[in-house]
């Protein structure tokens, strides 16, 4: 038997650098279905390509709603102005009208 020196010994031996051969590939026929093969290549930017056009979509749509809501608040805006202008022409020519028949 190895006495405990020998053994602990035997695991520092070091370990032979292995050097690293290339492996080389070989184009060998495809195997399986076209359809899989050609997502299992393209699934990541056609997920990625979907995604920025939904987002580019919605960015689209909440600009073209935000012009939309200021154009008719712009609108409704210039009508209220025209009515309280009204408003207060009645309103001067009633109290002129108090004023002339007192």
């Known amino acids: 038997m190895l006495s405990v020196r020998a ?6 031996v070091p370990v032979l ?4 051969v290339p492996t080389r590939t070989y184009a060998t026929a495809q195997s399986g279905n076209p ?6 290549t393209f699934s ?6 979907m995604i920025l056009a939904v987002f580019t979509y919605q960015v689209a749509y909440w600009y073209w709603t935000k012009l ?3 154009e008719v ?3 409704i805006d210039a009508e ?3 009515l309280e202008k ?3 022409e009645y309103k001067e020519s009633k109290a002129a009208g108090r004023t002339a028949s007192k």
Do not use: C, M, W
């Open 7 to 12: 053994a602990t010994a035997a695991r520092r």
């Open 17 to 20: 650098r292995r050097q690293l």
């Open 35 to 40: 359809t899989t093969s050609f997502y299992k």
């Open 44 to 49: 990541r930017p056609i997920a990625k390509v």
């Open 68 to 70: 939309e809501a200021d």
């Open 73 to 75: 608040r712009g609108t």
């Open 80 to 82: 209220i102005e025209t």
């Open 86 to 88: 009204k408003v207060n």
